[in-house]
């Protein structure tokens, strides 16, 4: 990105509404896997080119950043050299499996390869690291935070809430608050036996039926 864009979660989201925006896109159809923030377009009134949302687990409510893993990031940025440290240690196989890196994220060992083709690009571009740092150094305001995220019950599109319950970093207590809006059983469907990388079985909560899948992938 330009030097002093607005990479904070707020312009972070702006960039999904403007993403879609440029494109000319209408009717969208919006997963939502992981990071949490497009969550936010129906509060900051940017949702109008979404018909539908697909709620993978993701962050939500208060959990910016998520889990114990979001905690040690949120430390590490106020660490001089402190990600650059961690994307270092999530090269080393022993170490990306404990809890406080990707071990609560991965129910099975990530290939050294795959790991080490997601930290290239930031050990090796400080641009991409300056990127990094000016949204985790960001405001997260836990209330406005928890505002942003009830604010889709205003979403007046149809929505997907699909959700492992034994996830141990976005919780599956999230999974059914965020179906409450959406459903008369505000039960999100579930995946088995999966962690932060989802392949859900999908069953609508919402709006007119969509296809089901019956996919199951374990991670």
Request: net charge positive; aromatic share 6%; with cysteine.
């Amino acid at each position: 990105m330009k030097a002093g864009a607005d990479l904070t979660l707020r312009g972070q989201v702006r960039l999904v509404a403007d993403f879609l925006d440029a494109l000319g896109l209408d009717d969208v159809t919006l997963v939502h896997s992981d990071w949490g923030g497009a969550l936010f377009l129906t509060a900051h009134g940017l949702d109008r080119r979404v018909a539908r949302m697909i709620i993978l687990p993701c962050e939500a409510f208060d959990n910016f950043p998520p889990g114990l893993p979001g905690k040690v990031l949120t430390l590490a940025v106020r660490i001089p050299g402190g990600l650059s440290l961690g994307a270092r240690q999530l090269r080393v196989a022993r170490l990306r499996r404990l809890p406080v890196l990707l071990g609560l994220m991965a129910r099975r060992p990530l290939p050294d390869d795959l790991v080490h083709g997601w930290t290239r690009p930031f050990l090796d571009d400080a641009r991409i690291r300056r990127d990094l740092l000016a949204y985790c150094r960001g405001p997260f305001d836990k209330p406005g935070l928890v505002r942003d995220t009830e604010a889709l019950r205003r979403f007046t599109g149809e929505a997907l809430v699909l959700w492992s319950p034994d996830n141990r970093v976005m919780p599956p207590v999230h999974g059914r608050r965020l179906a409450a809006p959406f459903s008369p059983h505000p039960a999100p469907s579930t995946t088995d036996r999966s962690y932060t990388d989802k392949h859900p079985q999908a069953a609508p909560v919402r709006g007119a039926p969509l296809e089901r899948t019956e996919e199951r992938v374990s991670m």
